[in-house]
């Protein structure tokens, strides 16, 4: 079997997170015992360079990387990895001044000025060849450095930019895309509405806000565009680096369901899947365990980006952060928890921001391991220290897999097309908890699904949900039908098939593209809720799901009804159908209801497909790796009770101990039991 390790040198998981020592030049002493804490706290790898480019070319073209070569050549001595960034994320002053076309104009056309971060324009090409120089030039210095085990490529790629660079490409771009045919995109986009004809590619501009905003199409390839820009500012760089250093794997480092960007396009250009990780810990409207399965959600979301390869949480904080609305700090056991999480669900490293707390400006009192105290005596260090131990013991599950045979449907554009469309009500559409709460429901019943794009190879799932699909692409009715046709289990809801990719309306019945056949069902009318709206849905035994926000009317052509609802003019009308379509059974739920209501549909699904459902305690959870040296089953203790599992055996790599039935975990506890491969 291919030998999965993301990281090799290692050997085993990767503890690290973002160092700054350039804060630091100006005090040895600390930068010298910084080395001696790392390997205190039991880390092995380092981020360097994330914001280091004022440092790195104080002036333009005067580079000074020496103190970065001490850094790297101590930490390597010392058995410390360097994963080391690019600089793009912020801009020197000089730079900018000397060519303000580096930054970033907004959706009014205003030109920012210099300062903050993460707002470069995509397209300058000075800023890309400033950008490449220095680049390369990192690349000379230190990829082969045996200390560097990665590039990391600029920060949290986000943002639009409307500079005239950019709307050049714009417009490059749908010349392309609309095989250089204005008339191709004036019907793609429906521009006889309002009369907003183009004659020429010309006189298309960015949605400015105070500009073309109530075109769908142009607002809907704005951010496809916005991606595929940023797409490829990212793979400048990445060509820049794998022209010196072929060899270097490069990640870049995402945000969740981040809404600005099409993960899914980016990810092919990357090695590793790499992600921040900042919980709402100890909020107000959720228990510890509810904050942690949300969180699993996001795990799996990251894993499911490149299947086949464990991903990275790139950044967590040790303590607490600095820019929610309330900073609270981690209660003991939880940062344990935290960390264990992300192995649990796939990902081989666990890293910070930050090492340690700057002084002064912005993040001066964002968590680190190494508080302003400075010393190894505190809790939060400890914490990160027991976490240093508990990933050596585990080392053998780093490289082993998340397999799952259920997938529930995520697509950006889907998410970009649903919020634009002017429909429905604004502050419920809600597709992206829509989705995280189908999936949490699910894993409530033991199932760790994959989050996947429509357009997908769907071979590996019996199990598929695809809530709330409103765009189709090209392709994916045609993917959902041969699904259920070869013996899938799929269920799809009400807001399904309305639009094409091009955010046009199906004709001839939603869902359309020849889904209204799979399912058996024509969708007539939605019906919007206000907030204290309720209906239900009363199951053929009995059972009622309350209904909020949603509910569709429907025809129904050829299937079978299972629930209809219970209220208003429509009472009695179908809201829950399935269809036997091949092998396979098609599930509609016409409306709004809680994921938790409809676990006794999913259970029958999983069922059906043959996948064992498993419930565990509130607030426990578990996350199975797989491996050539066999499996991993981690359990999670989220809560503040201690709790005994049955029917649990193997061994328990956190105290290393046999488990032979029971299995007992402490409040916030963690264990990691190993079956070795038959
Ligand atoms: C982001 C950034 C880091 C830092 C942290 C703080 O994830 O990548 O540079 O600002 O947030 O939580
Ligand atoms: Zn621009």
Redesign the pocket.
Known sequence: MEKKILFPQVGGFVHGG?YNPEQWLDRPDILEEDVRLMKKAGMNSATLG??SWSVLEPREGEFHFQWLEDIIERLYQNGIYTVLATPS?ARPAWLDEAYPEAMRVDEMGLRAHHGGRHNHCMSSPIYREKTAIIDRKLAERFGSHPGVIMYHIS??FSGECFCPHCAGKFRAYLEEKYDHDIEKLNAAWWTAFWSHRYNSFEQIEPPFVHGETSVMGLNLEWKRFTTWNTNDFMQAEIDALRSVTPDVPVTA?F?RLFGGLDYRKMAPALDAISW?N?PPFHNDRETLGETMVETAFHHAVMRSLKRGKPFMMM?S?PGL???QAVNKVKRPGVHRLACLQAAACGSDTVQY??WRKGRGSY?QF?GAVVDHLGTDDTRIFREVAEVGELLKKIAPAAGTLVKTKAALLFDWDNRWAIDDAKAFAQATKRYGSTCSDIWKAFFRLGVDMDVVGSDENLDDYDVVVAPMLFMLQPGTAANLKAFVERGGQLLATYCTGYVNEEQLCFLGGFPGDGLKDLFGIISEEIDTFYPSDRNGIRLTDGTIWEVRDYAEILRVQDAEVLGTYTEDFYQGGAALTCRAFGKGKAYYVAARTDGARMESLFEKMLTDAGIPVRRLPEGVECHVRTGESGSYAFYLNNTLEAVSLPGITGRDLVTDREVAGELTLPACGVAVVHTAAE
């Open positions: 973002d994330v914001f994320g920060n949290e480092n945000m921040d900042y950044e904080a952060v600095n820019w921001f930050q993040e964002h």
